[in-house]
């Protein structure tokens, strides 16, 4: 049970979203009246976080998500060249040899 000021919050991964009771409401709402209701007082921090997991979403895939499609693995080799212009990746050769 909720009441009026309850801070309610929302885990969907990465991101622990947090809302404010407003009002309580006695059937369901349209989507256009929800702001009446609550208010987002997610932290800045986690939203930052969504935009980094949004940027480099395609490097990590959750578990079950399958195989790549051809544009993301076209995507992902784009990257990874990218990232290893100019570096050293020797180190990665030394730890075959212990």
């Known amino acids: 049970t909720i009441k009026v000021g309850d801070i309610v919050n929302v885990r969907k991964p990465p991101v622990t979203y947090s809302f404010m009771v407003l009002a309580l409401a006695q ?3 349209g989507a256009k009246l929800v702001p ?3 208010e987002n007082i997610t932290p800045k921090s986690e939203l930052d ?3 980094v997991v949004k940027i480099s ?3 990590d895939r959750r ?4 195989r790549p499609t051809k544009r993301e693995g076209r995507d992902l080799a784009q990257f990874t ?3 290893s212009d100019g ?3 020797d180190f990665l050769d030394d730890e075959d040899d212990e």
């Open 63 to 66: 578990k079950g998500l399958g």
């Open 27 to 29: 059937n369901r709402l």
């Open 36 to 38: 009446e209701y609550m």
């Open 57 to 59: 979403g395609f490097i």
């Open 49 to 51: 976080l969504l935009e």
């Open 87 to 89: 570096w050293d990746m």
């Open 81 to 83: 060249e990218s990232m």
